[in-house]
């Protein structure tokens, strides 16, 4: 179970990521969450959109919304380590 410092702490890394990445690699990253979420949709069916805005503006999350504010945190990361190679400077 995440708490709200580890949720801080996966946040301001995919915010460092995002910063060193070029344009390019964020639309990459784009298109790739987008393409999980459609995998996802397809399995499970549509995640709507209105609900994940409310949340994202929950002043107080409870439990499980840190936890899936954490696991998407964690998922953007990872796609942002293999779209931009996971080494400082790297070039595709």
Request: proline content about 2%; aromatic content about 4%.
């Given at each position: 179970m995440a708490d709200i410092s580890t949720f801080n702490q996966t946040y301001e890394l995919a915010d460092m990521l995002i910063k060193r990445?070029?344009?390019?690699?964020?639309?990459?990253c784009a298109r790739l969450l987008a393409l999980n979420l459609a995998h996802h949709q397809t399995k499970h069916g549509e995640v709507p959109a209105d609900q994940t805005l409310a949340l994202l503006r929950t002043f107080g999350p409870n439990d499980e919304h840190v936890n899936l504010l954490v696991d998407g945190t964690v998922n953007l990361i990872g796609v942002l380590l293999s779209v931009c190679g996971g080494r400082r400077g790297a070039k595709h």
């Amino acid at each position: 179970m995440a708490d709200i410092s580890t949720f801080n702490q996966t946040y301001e890394l995919a915010d460092m990521l995002i910063k060193r990445a070029t344009k390019e690699q964020l639309a990459e990253c784009a298109r790739l969450l987008a393409l999980n979420l459609a995998h996802h949709q397809t399995k499970h069916g549509e995640v709507p959109a209105d609900q994940t805005l409310a949340l994202l503006r929950t002043f107080g999350p409870n439990d499980e919304h840190v936890n899936l504010l954490v696991d998407g945190t964690v998922n953007l990361i990872g796609v942002l380590l293999s779209v931009c190679g996971g080494r400082r400077g790297a070039k595709h």
